[in-house]
Every structure is written in structure tokens, then in C-alpha cells.
């Protein structure tokens, strides 16, 4: 477990990385609320944006609904810092989905300017671990 937990990172930086992992686990439990359907009228937007981005129709709410768990809970662990590594890679896989489905159909500063600073950070903390402030640490 120690090699999942264990920070590469000390001092300064992982000051810097501890921030800059509760502000992307944040950002992408905020950006998981609108694909459940409790939403109403935003969850029916986010499966119209999924059919433009090329998802087919048949099975677009199932990858709607995959998206929005995988955003809420990998973006819970980001917050609370804990088992960090495999939130950020399972983070960084749905942004490579949204760079290669949203990116390429709608493009834009979002898709193709966002998505992909989000993904270089989540491999970043994919390799250097939770920094400070996170159950990582304390396990560590």
C-alpha cells in the first residue's frame, strides 16, 4: 500500500501539490453533479452535449451516468487525498475521453485548452503522489 500512498514529494511542494489536488477534486465533483438525473433539464443537456460529441443515442444516458460516478467519486479521493494515484489515473482516462470525443467533434477552449491542462496535472499527481494535507500521507 505504501508505494500506492507514499508522496513524492515534501516541503513546498507538496504544499503546492496538496492545493492543487483539492482544487482539481473539486472541480470535478462540481462538474460530476450535472450528469445525474436528478438535475432535470442540465442532466438532459449533458445528454444532448454526449450525443454531439459522437456517443450513440441507444447507450449515451450509460456513459452520461459512467462519467458522472467516475467524476464524483475519483473527485471525493482527490479531495480527502486518499488512494490519490488511482483517482487521478482513472481522472486522467475520462479526459482523454472527453479530449478525443468532446475535443474533436466541438473543439474550443474547454475540450481542447482545459481538458488537456487537467489531464497534465492528474498525471502529475499520478506520479508524485497526494502531497500534503491527505489520508495518503497519514497512511504513509
Excluded: C, N, W
Amino acid at each position: 500500500m505504501s508505494t500506492l500512498t507514499a508522496s513524492r514529494v515534501t516541503g513546498r511542494a507538496a504544499t503546492v501539490t496538496g492545493v492543487v489536488r483539492i482544487v482539481v477534486g473539486a472541480f470535478f465533483v462540481l462538474m460530476s453533479l450535472p450528469k445525474f438525473p436528478f438535475t432535470g433539464s442540465v442532466y438532459r443537456h449533458e445528454v444532448d452535449a454526449f450525443v454531439t460529441f459522437g456517443f450513440p443515442e441507444s447507450s449515451v444516458e450509460l456513459f452520461v451516468l459512467a462519467a458522472g460516478i467516475v467524476e464524483l467519486v475519483a473527485g471525493v479521493l482527490l479531495l480527502v487525498g486518499f488512494v490519490t494515484r488511482a483517482a487521478a489515473l482513472a481522472l486522467a482516462a475520462v479526459m482523454i475521453g472527453a479530449i478525443a470525443t468532446a475535443g474533436l467533434q466541438v473543439g474550443g477552449a474547454f475540450h481542447l485548452g482545459f481538458a488537456p491542462t487537467l489531464l497534465v496535472i492528474l498525471i502529475v499527481l499520478e506520479v508524485v503522489g497526494a502531497g500534503a494535507a491527505s489520508i495518503d500521507k497519514r497512511i504513509a
